[in-house]
């Protein structure tokens, strides 16, 4: 597959002009390094394995940190995510449960190896990788947050804890659909942040919290 995947690439440079390749050529020789680096330390995490402890959590978010949206303003999304059970992704309605399904028949089922050899184009491939990056991005999640907040539903913010903590398993760093572009962790991050902050003050006693935590 991962020679399938390299070929496929070199028939798309191709096209290309003579310029064009050469700068392709050499950023994929500055990246070498970093790509090494990346695969190493992917080869050292476990692989994809998830288990029942959820007492550790991603970075403790500071009490006074505040949310970039009031949660009035995401209250009704929120309430209609968790009612219907859907989400409205790049124009599509896509069928979801709660607590998450990481993978569903909408995003398909994708390699949980190292992440920068997941191939995701070329001849004869048909799943389209974009709806599950998108999914991935957890840019709806501050939605529920938001929701959980106004009820003051702390049952609510306990299961999305560990709806976070389940996703960091199931996707260890360098490992998975996940980790394959530098945007989709950025984005993901934010929307974690902006999430925990709709719930910090739920939250400020739960001992997942404290604790720093990094899928393995």
Same mark, same amino acid.
């Given at each position: ?17 003579? @310029?064009? !390749? &050469?700068? /392709? ?11 090494? %680096?990346? $695969? ?31 949660s009035i303003f995401l209250y009704e ?15 599509k309605t896509m069928n979801i449960d ?13 390699? @949980?190896? !190292? &992440?920068? /050899? ?11 990788? %974009?709806? $599950? ?14 929701f959980a907040n106004i009820n003051n ?64």
């Amino acid at each position: 597959m991962r020679i399938k995947f390299i070929f496929s690439q070199i028939k798309r440079l191709r096209n290309r002009s003579l @310029k064009n !390749i &050469s700068y /392709f050529v050499k950023w994929k020789m500055m990246i070498i390094p970093s790509n090494c %680096k990346d $695969i190493l330390l992917s080869v050292k995490r476990k692989n994809y394995n998830v288990t029942t402890n959820s007492n550790k959590f991603p970075n403790n978010i500071p009490s006074t940190f505040k949310s970039m949206v009031p949660s009035i303003f995401l209250y009704e999304s929120g309430k209609k995510i968790i009612k219907e059970r859907r989400i409205l992704l790049l124009g599509k309605t896509m069928n979801i449960d709660w607590p998450q399904r990481w993978e569903t028949k909408d995003t398909g089922i994708w390699p @949980k190896d !190292i &992440s920068l /050899f997941i191939q995701y184009y070329g001849k004869d491939f048909d799943k389209d990788i %974009k709806l $599950i990056w998108e999914y991935n991005r957890l840019q709806w999640l501050p939605n529920i947050c938001a929701f959980a907040n106004i009820n003051n539903d702390e049952k609510m913010a306990s299961t999305i804890l560990d709806v976070l903590v389940d996703y960091a398993q199931r996707h260890p760093e360098g490992k998975t659909v996940a980790w394959m572009e530098g945007i989709e962790v950025a984005l993901r991050s934010i929307s974690i942040i902006e999430s925990l902050s709709h719930m910090r003050v739920m939250l400020k006693n739960d001992n997942r919290m404290k604790m720093g935590f990094r899928g393995k």
